[in-house]
C-alpha cells in the first residue's frame, strides 16, 4: 500500500484545494527553500494517518492547522490520501479487495473532527488499527523521521533504544494494548471489590438475617402444626381418660355399696366370738390362780436363781482377769530373765571391753612413764654437766652424769644377762616335765576324744541356732511391747465404748437406727441426725442454748443424698420412730446476704452471729445445715436482738444467748431454757469419745496387723530359741563332764606347761633385747663422753635440744595418757552400773516369780470357788423348772387364747377401718364421678370436634393412636409448644419468604458477576505472561537481524568501520541497548569521541537497519541530511534505492546529493502567499535553486493562498507542475 495522490484543502499553507499526484512507488523527494510549505506536505500526511499529539506537526491544537487559524474566511481544513491497495499481501486486514484506498480527515472551526474512509464516516480508533495493521502507527512512528529524529537518536538511553527494537519487532503494540489490559483489570479488581464490599456490607448481613427470620417463620408453622396436633391428640387422650374414670366410678359405687354390707356382718360376728373368748379365758385364770395357791415357791425359787447367777457371773469374770494376770507374770517373768540375760551379756562383753582398755593404758602408761624417765635422766646429765653437782639424792659421786648414767647401764646389761640366764634354766625344767607329761595327755585325750568331739559338735549347733535366732530380727521385747499396746489400747476401747454407751442412753433422743432397705446398701448415703453433724467449738459452748432453740425441731431431722434414699429408709429401712428426712439435693439453703451481715455488724459489732457461723460441719451437708442455721443471727444480748430483729434493712430472727427468741413479726418468747438444753455440748463430748475412740481402735488393728503379720517370724524365733536354750544347757553338761576328768586335768597341765615354755621363751627374747639396748645405751654414753670432752659446747647445746624435743613429745604422750585414763575411768563406771543393773534384773525375777505364784493360788481358789457356785446354780435352775412345769399347762393354755382374742379383736377393729374407709371412699367415688360427667361435658363444649371424632379416638393408624403416649409428657410438650409459639409470633417477619428470594437472586447475580470478572482476569494474566514470552523471543530475532544490518549498512556508510549494539554490561537483553562504534581497528569507548557527522550516519545507520527489519510500505524523511557533507548525502540517496526496494520514500531535502537519486521530485515554492508544487520526474536539478520566483515568497506555513494550477508531467528535467 503506496501513496498515489495528495490532496490539501485549507491545510496550513494551502488555502485552496491543491492535488499532488503521480507520487513514484519508490523514490520520491521535496525540495524547496525555507517557508516555501515543503514540510507542510509530510505533516498534511501525519494529519491524516491520525496524528495525535500536536507537536509533531509544529502546532499547538486543530486550530492551527486551519489556513490562518480560520481568520480569512476558510473556516476548515481537509485533507485526503488516496493510496495504491494492488498488492495484496501488503493490504490492510479487510481491504483485500479494494485497489485503492482513500482516507479523508477534516477539521472545523471549534475543533470539530472526522474522519471519512472511501467515503464513509469513519472514527480515530478505526484509522489508527488500519494503519498500524501495515506498520504505520503514527503515535510511535519509526516510518517517520522528522527534523531533530537524528539527534535524538544519538542522546537515546539503552531503555530507549531497545524501544525503538521493540517498535520494530512489533511488540511496541502489544505493550500498549497490554497496559490497557492492566488497566482493565485494576478497574476489574475496584469492581471485585466494590463486589465484594456489596456483599460483605450488605447482602450478606441482610440475607442472614432474612435467612433467620425465615428459620424462625419455618419453625413457627412448624410448632403450629405440631402444637395443633399435640393439642387434639392431649385433649382426645384426656376425654377417654375421663369417659373410662366416669365408668370406673361407677362401678366403683356398686361394689363399695356392697362391701358396706358385708363389712357390717362382720364387725356384728367378730363382736359376738369375742364375748366367748373373754368368759373361756376367766375360767382359765380362775383355775390358774387356785393352783399358783397351793404352793407359792416359784417366786422364790426365781429369786435364789437370779441371785446365784449374778454371783457365778462375778465370779467368772474374777477368774478371767486372774488367768490374764497369771498369764501376764509368766511373761513377765520371761522378760525379766531376757533382760538378766542381756545385761549378763553386756556385762561380761564389757569386762572384757574393760581389760583390754586397761591393758592399752598400761602400755601407754609404761611408754610415758619411761619417757619421764628418760627426760628426768636427761635433765640430769645437763645439770651435772653444766654445774658439776647432781641434782638426785644419791650421795654416790657416779650418780649423775655420763658417769652415773653409764653405770646404770651397765647394771641394766648385768640384770638383763642374768634375768636370760635364769629363764633358760626355767626353760629346761619345762621342756623336761612337758616330755614327761605329753605322752600321758595324748593318751587321756584319745580316751575323751568321743566327749570333746561332742561338745564340740554341740558348740557348733549352739553357734548356728544362735545365729539363726539373732537373723530372725525378732526379740522377747518386741513381742513384749506389741502385747503391751494390745492390751492398752484394748482396754482403752472398753473404757471408751462403756462410757459412750453410757452417754448414749442419757441421749436416746438422738438415736437413729435403721435396717439396710436393700443388699448392699450404701450407708454413707445416711448422713445422720442434724444434732450429729455439728461441730461446736469450746469456746462456741455458750451458744448451744440458741443454737438448740434456733433449730428447734430440725435437730431431729435426718440428712440424706437425696429423695430416692429417703424413699427407701421410709418404705424398708424398718425405721423405729417416726422420722423427718432432709434430702440434699431438693432441700432449699437459705443463706444469709452479705448486706444483712453487714448491717447486724454496724448495728451490733460483735455481738449478732449468723447461727451458721458458730458450727463447723462437713461440706457435702452444707446446703442441710444452711437449711436449719441460715436464717437465724445468734445475739449476746436482748439489746442486740431487738436492735437487729426489728431494722428494716435485715428483718430475721434472731436468738439470744438466754434463749429468748425475736421474731420480726412482732412476736417474743423465752423466759425458761428448753427441755433439750445442753443437748449440742453432750453431743460434742459423745463425738469427742467417739473420735478417740476410733483412733484407739486403729491403733489396735495396727498393732493386731503387726502381731498377725509377725505370727510366723514370732513362731519360727520361738522354736529357734527353745532349741538354742536345749542346746546351750546340754553343752553346760558337756563342758562339767569334760572339766571333771582326770584326762582333762593331765591335758590341761601339758597346756599350762607349754603355754609356760612359751613366755619362758619370750623372756629369753626380751632379755636378750635388753642387752642389746643396754649395750648399746653403754657404747653410746662412752662416744657421748668422748664428744663432751672434745666439744663441749655443742654437746651442751644438743642435749638442750634433745630436752626439748622430749618434753614436747611428752606433753603429747600426757594428753594421750589422760584420755585414755578417762575412757577407763568411764568403762569401770559403766561396769558399775550394769553390775547393780544385772542385780536388780535379778530381783525382779525374784519378785516376778513371787507374784506368779501368789496368782497362781489365787486362780486356784477361785476356780475352787466357780465351780461350788456353779454346782449351786444348777440345783436351784432344777428346782424352779420343776415347780414352773405344773404351771405351763395353763400358762400354754391363756397364751394361746389371748393369742387368738387379741387376734379377733384386731380383725374387728380392722373391720371398723376399713368400714369407715368404705364410707370415705364411696364419698369420693361419687364426686370423682361427677367430678368426671363435668369434665367430660367441659371437654365437649370446649373441643367441638370431639363429638364428631370420638369413634376415632384410640385406633391404630389415626391422628389418635394413643399407643406409646405419655399424656404427662404430652402436656409438658403442649405447654412448651404453646409458649414458644406465643414468644415466636411476637417475633415472626410473616413476609420473609418474599424478600429473601429477591435478596438471594441479587446476590447469586452479584456472586456470577464476581466469578465472571475473575475468570475473565485470570484469562488476561494468563495471555499476558504467554504473550511475554512470544515477545522475548521476537525481541531476540530483532535484535540479531538489526545488530546486522546495522553494522553493513554504517559500513556501507563509512567504508572501513563498523557498529554494533549491544545490553550495557552486566545487564540483560530485555533492559537495554547500547550503541558500540569501531573506526578501523579501535572500539570507541563512547560517541562523544565521534565527529558531528560519523555520529549522524551512526543514527542514520540504526534507523535505517530498524527500518529494513521489517519494511513499512512508506518512509516519510524530512532533512535527515542536514549534518552530512555532499558524499555522505549521495551514499543516503543510494541507500534508498538499492536497500528498499518495495517501500517508499518521500523524503525533504535541501542538498542535490539526496534528491538527485530519487526518481520524482516535488518543488515546493511559496507565491502570493501560498504555497505551489511541482512535479519533475527526471533525477537531474541543476539550476534548482536559480528560479527567481523563489525570492518573492513568504513563509508559506503561515500566509498565502495559491492560485489554481493544471500540473502537466513532462519528461524533461524541467518540466513543470500545474497544481490545482
Known sequence: MRIEELILDGFKSYPVRTTISNFDESFNAITGLNGSGKSNILDAICFVLGITNMQSVRANNLMDLIYKRGQAGITKASVTIVFNNQDRSKSPVGFENAAQITVTRQIAVGNVSKYLLNGHKSTLQAIQNLFQSVQLNINNPNFLIMQGKITKVLNM?????????????GTRMFEERKDKAVKTMAKKDKKVEEIESLLREEIDPKLEKLRAEKRSYLEYQKATSELERLTRLVKAYEWKLVV????????????????????????ERGGRECKGMESELAEIEARRAKELAKG?????????????????????AQLEIHESTVAD???????????????QDSLENGRKSSAEDAAAFAELKKAYDAGATELARTEELLQTLLTGVSSSSNDDENAGGYLGQLAEAKARLAAAGTAAEQAKVKIGLAERELKEKEPRAKKAEKEGEGLIKELAAKRKDAEQLKTRVEAAGWDESKENELLTRQAEHGQKVAQLSEQRDTLKSRLAAIDFTYSDPYPNFDRSKVKGLVATLVDLDKANFASSTALEICAGGKLYNVVVEDEKVGSALLDKGKLRKRVTLIPLNKINAFRMSAEKIAAANRLAPGKANVALDLIGYDEDVSAAMAYVFGDVFICKDKESAQAVTFNKAIGVRSVTLDGDVYDPSGTLSGGAAPSSSGLLVKVQELRAIEREMVKHKQALDEVSRELSSAKKVIDQWRKDKRELDLCAHAVRLLEEQVSGSNATKIISEVEAARKSLVELKEVVSEAKEKQKIAAADCKRLEKEMDDFKNNKDSKLKEIKADIANKKKELGKQTTQVKLRQKEVQTVELELQQLEADVEAAKAEITEAVSAHSKSQAELKALGETYASQQADYKAAEAKLKKERAVLVAFDTEMADLEKDLKAKRQEIVDAELALKKLDHDLVLVTKERASSESMKDNLEKQFTWIVDEHQFFGKAGSPYDFAGVNLNQAREQCRELEAQHKGMGRKINTKVMNMIDNVEKKEQALRKMMATVLKDKSKIEDTIAELDRYK????????????KDFGLIFEELLPGNFAKLQPPEGQDLTEGLEVKVRLGSVWKASLTELSGGQRSLI??????????????????????????DLQHTQHIGQLFRTRFKGSQFIVVSLKEGLFTNANVLFRARFRDGTSVVERTASRSANGFYDDKENNAGGDGDKEGASKKRTAASSSSSRAPLTVR
Do not use: H
Request: charged share 35%; no cysteine; aromatic share 2%.
Open 1099 to 1124: 543514527a542514520l545507520s540504526l534507523i535505517m537497519s530498524l527500518l529494513q527489519f521489517k519494511p513499512a510500505p512508506m518512509y516519510i524523511l524530512d532533512e535527515i541530511d542536514a549534518a552530512l
Open 296 to 316: 407359792g415357791k416359784v417366786q422364790g425359787l426365781t429369786d435364789a436363781v437370779n441371785a446365784l447367777d449374778r454371783e457365778l457371773v462375778k465370779t467368772k
Open 1032 to 1043: 522475548r523471543d521476537a525481541l531476540l530475532k530483532t535484535w540479531e537481524k538489526v545488530n
Open 157 to 169: 538511553k539503552p531503555a530507549e533504544i531497545l524501544g525503538m527494537v521493540e517498535e520494530a519487532a
Open 329 to 343: 507374770d509368766a511373761k513377765r517373768i520371761e522378760a525379766a530373765k531376757k533382760s538378766a540375760k542381756d545385761l
Open 244 to 267: 373410662d374414670k366416669l365408668d370406673k366410678a361407677t362401678g366403683n359405687i356398686k361394689q363399695k355399696k356392697k362391701d358396706i354390707e358385708n363389712a357390717k356382718e362382720d364387725i
